[in-house]
């Protein structure tokens, strides 16, 4: 992870530079008038303009960048330049690490960051592990039973009993589990909620309120001291620097559990669900990973790890980065305005022809081969690059690699799929994901 500024990020001159090329405005009211979504226009934009293009949906342009170059400059060389000025879920996570900037950010990520590396992460393994025998079971169930059950609903689930496990050192239970769908129904609204932040809160009071309430009970049990069954967790790792650091309040750790909570495991789950969408389309995957080495071996692994890593090029845990300059900057040798907002674009970067050929091809073998993959930092960046990538990166490949590994041998017969894919804080599919489960061979 590369999280420092190269040479050079201190200003020493005015920048100069080529203007960035602009889509015209045609092609702008073109996409309006035919109701299209916004993937939709930065694609036109990119195959138009190159890696580094602009766009204006008001009075001043929107830069795109997909250019590998270009987005590793924004996102690792030059942090400082290009800031994240506000988060779109900050009503459902107030001030947690993902929505902080500043000192307070560097501050927040700091605690976090040794809990999701090394010795932090091993401390979790049995809880993964857990969560992922506890899925394995009920898929077992439903293949000897013939129930229909909804995957992504199962992928939920086993993500957020991950998660919950790790923040409190217990089990997810029923009450919880229902309580907590209000997480992702304030997160699947948020991209149509009102503009006005007192009407947007007032849309979703009742879930918000559902959320603090679990919240409040899980926050007041880590302060009396009340371990699981793996003992502490996260949680308690927050209300014990409140002790120490005054500035984590009962809001702020509220606000830093409901991030955990939202991020990791939404993000997981999708992912998840996508998979076991592209290995119904192509059972040739599934078999090559099975074949690849018996249960629990290093082939193994490394064979389900490249299935997780080829879906997640095609369908990103972040689909898009938003980011402002706060200075005058060169990028690509284009002059980048200070108060230019720009967006990148993991989505288009990875399906670019130009970095992976025959891009809308699911091919895990990309990952395994030689030469398989660009190796470019800023061509495959699913949770981001640079100082602000996503702490729970090797949390969350390692929960999706152990689920994996255990329901591999489970091929779903899916009833129906979705139709497409919805562009919102995530990439999801657009509706359920019924399926069943044949009974295991004697």
Known sequence: MDTEAGPGSLPHAPATGW????????????????????????????????????????????VLVTDPQAVRHVLALRPERYVKRSHRARLLIGDGVLAADGAAWKR???????????????????????????????????????????????????????????????????????????????????????????????????????????????????RGGAAGPHGPGLLHVLTDASTEHPEYTDQ????????????????????????????????????????????????????????????????????????????????????????SDLLVCPYLTHRDPALWPDPERFDPRRFTSPGGRPTHPGAYFPFGIGPRACLGLQFALREATVLLERLLPHAPVFHSVPPKAVHGITVRPDGPTPAGLKPPRD
């Open 19 to 62: 203007p960035v090329p602009e889509a015209e405005p045609g092609l702008v009211a073109r996409w309006r008038s035919d109701g299209g979504e916004l993937l939709d226009l930065l694609t036109l934009v990119r195959e138009r303009l190159g890696g580094v293009a602009a766009f204006r949906l008001g009075p001043t342009p929107t």
């Open 108 to 222: 927040q990520r700091r605690l976090l960051q040794s809990q999701f590396t090394g010795p932090g992460m091993r401390r979790y393994e049995q809880r993964i592990t857990a969560a992922a025998r506890t899925t394995s079971a009920r898929w077992e169930t439903y293949a000897r039973t013939g129930q229909t059950f909804d995957v992504g609903q199962e992928m939920r689930r086993f993500a957020l009993d991950t998660i919950w496990r790790s923040l409190t050192g217990h089990p997810l239970d029923d009450e919880t589990q229902r309580e907590l769908a209000a997480v992702e129904t304030v997160g699947a609204a948020l991209p149509t909620l009102p503009a006005d932040a007192g009407e947007a809160r007032d849309a979703v009071a009742d879930d918000l309120a559902r959320i603090d309430a679990v919240a409040r009970r899980a926050i007041d049990a880590a």
């Open 252 to 339: 702020l750790i509220r606000d830093e559990f409901v991030t955990l909570l939202a991020a990791g495991h939404e993000t997981t789950a999708t992912t998840l669900t996508w998979l076991h969408l592209l290995l119904d389309r192509h059972p040739e995957a599934r078999a090559q990973a099975l074949a690849a080495g018996d249960e629990g071996s290093t082939e193994r692994r490394q064979a389900v790890q490249a299935l997780i890593h080829e879906t997640l090029r095609l369908y990103p845990s972040a689909w898009i980065l938003a980011r402002h300059a706060a200075e005058d900057d060169v990028l690509a040798g284009h002059l980048i305005e200070a108060g």
